[in-house]
């Protein structure tokens, strides 16, 4: 398992959009930011990371994702 996801990967795990999560996670704040974790920070880890999941509902894999191709060279 990964010591921290990105906040869009979590979005993705949680099956809703990215503005969607981050409305979420601004509804938090104040227990993030006891737990460490700023709003505008790209990622999340540790006890914020642990937090959100246990609150949203969030199953992390077992095995880290492979990572996101953005750009798929045609040959």
Aim: net charge positive.
């Amino acid at each position: 398992m990964k010591q921290s996801y990105s906040k869009s990967e979590l979005a993705a795990l949680a099956d809703v959009s990215y503005s969607t999560f981050y409305r979420y996670l601004n509804s938090r704040r104040k227990q993030l930011s006891k737990l460490g974790s700023k709003l505008k920070s790209k990622t999340l880890r540790g006890k914020a990371l642990d937090y959100v999941c246990r609150d949203y509902g969030i199953t992390l894999p077992e095995d880290s994702p492979e990572p996101v191709r953005k750009h798929i060279k045609f040959v």
